[in-house]
């Protein structure tokens, strides 16, 4: 079992920077895929960015080329960088891990709230 723990959300302005980062209970060398998504009010939950433990990333088309994802292995922790953030930003952030590659389970974390309003 894999426990995420999401930090860093928060209130930003149209056009600010933020950072979400997201702790796991174990080495995340072991894990093939770890993720960011988003649910925002009366929608589903989408892709926002994943890293596999090779390093190739992905990304949402609402949100690529402003956001970065990254993990730090050694850490245990990986990380969102959201620039340029826009108000259809604003959504519950949840970190995501799927250990296996030929598995689709899932672990989530709790989610961490960004808004993005002036």
């Known amino acids: 079992q894999v426990q995420l723990v999401e930090s860093g959300g928060g209130l930003v302005q149209p056009g600010g920077s933020l950072s979400v980062s997201c702790s796991a209970s174990?080495?995340?060398?072991?894990?093939?895929?770890m993720g960011w998504y988003r649910q925002a009010p009366g929608k589903q939950r989408e892709l926002v960015a994943t890293?596999?433990?090779?390093?190739?990333?992905d990304y949402g088309a609402s949100v690529e080329g402003r956001f970065t994802v990254a993990r730090d292995n050694r850490k245990k922790t990986i990380s969102l960088q959201m620039n340029d953030l826009k108000p259809e930003d604003t959504a519950v952030y949840y970190c995501?891990?799927?250990?296996?590659?030929?598995?689709?389970?899932?672990?989530w974390g709790q989610g961490t709230q960004v808004t993005v309003s002036s």
């Open positions: 174990t080495t995340l060398a072991s894990i093939y895929l």
């Open positions: 890293v596999t433990s090779g390093g190739t990333t």
């Open positions: 995501s891990a799927r250990p296996l590659f030929n598995d689709p389970r899932r672990y």
